[in-house]
């Protein structure tokens, strides 16, 4: 793209947002020039907040579905667009509703907590949601002989059963990018930058965890990386955190810690990367594609919802 046609790009996404009275929502996930153009950008947990609290008419979701749909859930009376219905959740994927109420009748009697990457119609199945932010939070304000269902990320309810001694019940699911980060090949880094801190999203495989200086969310991640002496980091989470890190820190170095079947030296979710600006002009100047989800979902997956933000 021509800088001159960019340019004209991005001031029409800026009058089209005036005039469609819209904010735009973008995670870290997405490409840089979608973060710096979004209103407000965060991880799942942050923009669930900000978008319960918003009073526009039109909320831009630049991230994937259910994300889109979780705005939706919270905003029921407001448009909500993604630039791309496209861009799914490999995560999400995994857990497919029917499966999953059946899964739940397979284990009576316990309390079943689902990741935020999951679709409406899983959201409304579950007692309460979390985010890699708060999911421990929440696991350990429960009763220790609670007995509870996590879904659909093992790796993450590994992690957390791993750290608090519980036996939950695990969802055989996982996020296509966080499996993918190479061991040998974040080791070969750890030597070749031997001061380098290690952030590990609680996504990745138990292997890739234990080479971590830190795990936590991308917002943990950032934050670490933003206060830390350190100059240099490797990160093992969607390179489109570096994005954020680099502009908080512009004197550090950021690493991606690459995938192993990646030929280059980073690892990126295909999903995310459907949001384009040119898009999300479209988006804006058509009001299309909205996000809709069946009214007795939204009333049933809201519920959940609310509980993780207000353990939040």
């Known amino acids: 793209m021509e800088v001159e046609n960019r340019a004209g790009l991005l001031r029409e996404i800026q009058r089209l947002k005036q005039e ?5 929502l973008a ?3 997405a490409k840089g020039e979608i973060q710096d153009i979004a209103d407000f950008i965060g991880d799942s947990l942050a923009l669930a907040q900000i978008a319960s609290k918003l009073d526009a008419k ?11 749909e979780t705005v939706k859930i919270l905003c029921p009376d ?5 630039p791309d219905l496209e861009a799914g959740c490999s995560l999400a994927d995994s857990c497919d509703a029917a499966d999953f109420e059946a899964f739940i ?8 907590i689902s990741y935020v990457n999951t679709s409406a119609a899983v959201k409304a199945l579950t007692d309460i949601v979390v985010t890699s932010g708060n999911a421990m939070k929440v696991v350990e304000s429960m009763p220790k002989d609670e007995k509870i269902i996590f879904g659909p990320d093992r790796n993450l309810g590994n992690y957390i ?7 939950m019940v695990l969802w055989d699911g996982a996020c296509h990018v966080h499996e993918k980060f190479s061991v040998e090949k974040i080791m070969k ?7 380098a801190p290690v952030l590990v999203h609680p996504e990745c495989r138990p292997q890739v965890r234990m080479l971590a200086d830190v795990i936590g969310s991308t917002a943990v991640l950032l934050k670490y990386a933003t206060e830390s002496d350190a100059t240099e980091f490797i990160v093992a989470t969607e390179s489109g955190i570096l994005h954020e890190m680099q502009k908080k820190c512009p004197e550090k170095t950021f690493i991606p810690a690459p995938a192993d079947d990646s030929t280059c030296a ?3 979710c295909s999903y995310m990367k459907l949001n384009t600006l040119e898009k999300l002009c479209d988006c804006l100047r058509d009001l299309e594609p909205q996000i809709h989800v069946d009214e007795a979902i939204i009333d049933r997956a809201r519920l959940p919802i609310e509980r993780m933000l207000s353990l939040s």
Do not use: W
Not at 58 to 68: A, P, Q, R, Y
Not at 78 to 82: E, Y
């Open 266 to 268: 980073c690892n990126e």
């Open 58 to 68: 039109v909320i831009v979701m630049c991230g994937v579905h259910f994300m889109g």
């Open 105 to 112: 009748k397979e284990h009576p009697g316990h309390t079943v």
């Open 27 to 29: 995670h870290y996930y």
């Open 189 to 195: 880094l750890k030597a070749e930058h031997p001061d």
């Open 161 to 167: 059963n791993s750290v608090t001694g519980r036996q």
């Open 78 to 82: 407001k448009v909500v667009l993604v």
């Open 20 to 24: 469609r009275d819209a904010v735009i």
